[in-house]
């Protein structure tokens, strides 16, 4: 089976830099994605990396180590409307299974 | 462009009911996926479409739950008898190819349909 690990919650304050982290154990493993999703709000796709390194995308940036089945989302100049819950979530090679498994969830809250 | 449209929004029932949930996806999206999403969880996958077929319902619990995708479009979710137990968020998303396949690994969710079971 697989199984992602991140952190249950992280709080910051407004203008400061965030990192979530997620840990993956899978098998047929072939790229990782970051959702953000609000209260009561749909899920909304961050971030997508198959290959190690960084992507950024504006304040976000995500980076992956595909030796260390590891990544992390960093939000930078948080803002009050970032506090949200964010997942990770990996998509696999394996056959008939090419839909996303995600992690349980950080919720982030940005204080004033 | 419209987005992933999911009804009804809420829904509350009574154990052993039937219930319903409805989903249009995004126009040209062969890929459907049902999420169920509990309090404080991330979603997890009961079953997906390529076009008209379910070719991932490994976690579907197929005895009370059933889903049909007519015509590769629309898609319905059915429970009967919904036990306490399955009140949570429904998530429909749709996809133009396949979750890392060749692309972005991109989802489009819906808002869902919330499930409370008194």
């Known amino acids: 089976g697989q199984s992602l690990e991140q952190p249950s919650e992280v709080t910051a304050v407004e203008g400061a830099i965030v990192q979530i982290n997620c840990t993956y154990q899978t098998s047929g493993f072939y790229g990782l994605s970051w959702y953000q999703q609000h209260d009561g709000g749909a899920p909304t796709f961050l971030s997508y990396?198959?290959?190690?390194g960084l992507e950024e995308t504006g304040r976000f940036s995500s980076f992956l180590s595909r030796s260390d089945s590891y990544g992390y989302l960093l939000l930078q100049e948080l803002q009050m409307k970032d506090s949200a819950s964010y997942f990770c979530?990996?998509?696999?090679?394996?056959?008939?299974?090419?839909?996303?498994?995600f992690g349980s969830g950080t919720r982030l809250q940005v204080q004033p | 462009e419209a987005g992933v449209v999911q009804s009804p929004r809420y829904k509350i029932i009574e154990k052993k009911q039937p219930v319903a949930f409805w989903c249009n996806p995004i126009s040209g999206h062969n890929t459907l996926y049902w999420y169920r999403q509990n309090l404080g969880q991330g979603p997890e996958l009961l079953i997906r479409?390529?076009?008209?077929?379910?070719?991932?319902d490994s976690q579907l619990p197929k005895d009370r739950f059933s889903a049909e995708r007519l015509k590769g479009v629309d898609s319905t979710l059915k429970i009967q008898p919904a036990e306490l137990g399955d009140s949570a968020v429904y998530l429909c998303?749709?996809?133009?190819?396949?979750?890392?396949?060749?692309?972005?690994?991109?989802?489009?969710f819906g808002e869902g349909s919330r499930l409370t079971v008194l």
């Open positions: 998303a749709s996809s133009s190819g396949l979750a890392g396949g060749p692309g972005t690994g991109e989802l489009f």
């Open positions: 979530a990996v998509s696999l090679l394996d056959t008939g299974r090419r839909a996303l498994t």
């Open positions: 990396n198959a290959l190690d």
């Open positions: 479409y390529e076009n008209e077929e379910a070719v991932d």
